[in-house]
Every structure is written in structure tokens, then in C-alpha cells.
């Protein structure tokens, strides 16, 4: 199964919906959109829900007997965290490690190096 941002092709779509609703969003509305969209039945959704409820992907609020989902963070806070852990277990946390297995040994291009640079010198501590 191919993931995105450590999100399987369902639950990234969830999460894609509730990003671009940018508010807590009813059941009820998330229902209508999938079931359309494909054809799932309410109980496919609410596995799905729960089990990124589950995983700290969503949370839920309880409106009378109705439930409203949103996302724990944004979805550059979501690639953020993951780009993070990604690095840290396949890489030992290391940057440089990280940078060599991203070039694949290639050197990288002028361009590269002046991007890399300036990045640096906002972010790191290089004159």
C-alpha cells in the first residue's frame, strides 16, 4: 500500500477534506462527501475516523448526539512531524546522512548549494 506523509491513499483523503474545510466538520458532511465520492458505507467511515482518532490524527467533539471531527495539526504541521520521524528512524536523525541517500551520492548542483546555503544562514548558524 503506498502512503503519503505515513498516510494510507483513504486516510490521506480524509485528511486532505478536513484540511481544506479548515473548521470541525460533521459526520454527517464527511458521510455525504465519501459516500459519494466512493461509495462508502457509514460504518467504512467511522473506522476509518476512529481509527485516526485512535492514531492522533483527528479529534472529536460531541454536539448532542452528533459528532464533529477535525485535524490535530495543519497539514504542513502533519509533513513537518513526519518528514521529522522519517529522517530520525531511517536515518539516525541525521541531516547528513539524510542528504547523502537524497542525492544518491550525486553531486548536487550549483543551484543547490546557493539554495542550501541560504538556508543555512536563516535557519542554522553559517555566515
Keep these: 500500500m503506498d502512503k503519503k506523509y505515513g498516510l494510507s491513499p483513504s486516510e490521506y483523503e480524509i485528511m486532505e477534506y478536513l484540511w481544506e474545510a479548515g473548521k470541525k466538520v460533521y459526520f454527517k458532511e464527511i458521510f455525504r462527501y465519501f459516500s459519494q465520492l466512493k461509495g462508502w458505507k457509514k460504518q467504512t467511515l467511522s473506522t476509518y475516523l476512529t481509527k485516526m482518532i485512535n492514531e492522533g490524527l483527528l ?6 448526539k452528533f459528532f464533529l471531527y477535525y485535524p490535530v495539526r ?19 536523525n541525521s541531516l547528513g546522512t539524510f542528504m547523502a541517500a537524497f542525492t544518491g551520492g550525486d553531486s548536487l548542483s550549483d543551484e543547490d548549494i546557493e539554495e542550501l546555503k541560504l538556508f543555512l544562514q536563516q535557519y542554522g548558524s553559517v555566515e
Design 74 to 92: 495543519s497539514k504542513e504541521e502533519h509533513i513537518h512531524r513526519w518528514t521529522k520521524e522519517m529522517i530520525n528512524s531511517a536515518y539516525g
Design 59 to 64: 479529534m472529536a467533539d460531541k454536539d448532542g
